[in-house]
Nanobody
Framework: QVQLVESGGGLVQAGGSLRLSCVAS????????MGWFRHRPGNRREFVSA????????YYSDSVNGRFTISIDNAKNTVYLQMNSLKPEDTAIYYC??????????????????WGQGTQVTVSS
């Protein structure tokens, strides 16, 4: 079992920045990758970004590429999502996810083994 706890959400003006954190506990040594998803009002949950547990490869959706940066601190079992140049359309509940086996395309489809409880990000115009 892997437990995921997100933090760092909040209210920010358009153009601002936030950094989300996700602390993983439990059987983290079996993780293949960690990632972030979001659920915007009126939309389905969507992939945002992912990173291999060893930090070797990163992946981004087109909508956030160039604005968001994912990183991982294995010593702290923590994955981060640095969000810059935020837009009102980034408003969503952001969820951390963990995938045990891969491949990465499976994770990007949302077929993840573990999920956090979510953290709200609100971007005002």
């Amino acid at each position: 079992q892997v437990q995921l706890v997100e933090s760092g959400g909040g209210l920010v003006q358009a153009g601002g920045s936030l950094r989300l954190s996700c602390v993983a506990s439990g059987r983290t040594f079996t993780s293949f990758a960690m990632g972030w998803f979001r659920h915007r009002p009126g939309n389905r949950r969507e992939f945002v970004s992912a990173i291999r547990w060893n930090g070797g490869s990163t992946y981004y959706s087109d909508s956030v590429n160039g604005r968001f940066t994912i990183s991982i601190d294995n010593a702290k079992n923590t994955v981060y999502l640095q969000m810059n140049s935020l837009k009102p359309e980034d408003t969503a509940i952001y969820y951390c996810a963990s995938e045990a086996k891969g491949p990465i395309v499976t994770m990007m489809r949302g077929e993840c083994d573990y999920w956090g409880q979510g953290t709200q990000v609100t971007v005002s115009s």
